[in-house]
């Protein structure tokens, strides 16, 4: 199966977040394509976070959360922070027996709480105020 045949999971770019909405079921093949397509967008868009919705997901078993939880790793290393929301009461309760890593995950009810919660993580100047500062000491020195 190439990358053209493999369901892809939407992407779009709202209030400087990259929001992916899961609403098909979870294979490897779209993890992967998931991977490559989000990793593509953080390089290619300027976005300052991702969230992730779920609520079209009724299971997830312990090996497909391990494998979103290495793609936002790889995310987090490009320098933005990601959160989840839409949680199936049924997915966390899997989640949970199945003794899984959700240490340092942010996580919201839904997509409104996680912008809000995305403000207070990486408001939107906030990389424009570091390089500023980074700017001024450079200029200190000379």
């Known amino acids: 199966m190439?990358?053209?045949d493999v369901q892809r999971i939407p992407l779009q770019l709202s209030q400087g977040c990259i929001i992916a909405s899961i609403?098909?079921?979870?294979t490897a093949e779209v993890l992967q394509q998931f991977r490559k397509d989000i990793l593509d967008w953080l390089h290619n868009n300027k976005?300052?976070?991702?969230?992730l919705d779920l609520s079209g997901v009724e299971i997830m078993d312990l090996q497909d959360f391990e494998t979103l939880r290495r793609t936002l790793s790889m995310a987090a290393i490009m320098g933005v922070e990601t959160i989840?929301?839409?949680?199936?009461?049924?997915?966390?309760?899997?989640?949970?027996?199945?003794?899984?890593?959700?240490?340092?995950?942010?996580?919201?009810l839904d997509i409104?709480?996680?912008l809000q919660l995305m403000n207070s993580l990486?408001?939107?100047?906030?990389?424009?105020g570091l390089l500023a500062e980074n700017s001024n000491q450079e200029q200190l020195k000379e």
């Open 47 to 51: 976005a300052r976070g991702i969230i």
């Open 84 to 108: 989840l929301t839409g949680f199936q009461p049924g997915v966390v309760s899997a989640l949970v027996d199945l003794n899984a890593d959700i240490d340092s995950i942010y996580a919201a």
């Open 112 to 114: 409104d709480d996680a």
């Open 2 to 4: 190439n990358g053209s």
């Open 122 to 128: 990486r408001p939107l100047n906030q990389h424009i």
């Open 23 to 26: 609403q098909i079921e979870l």
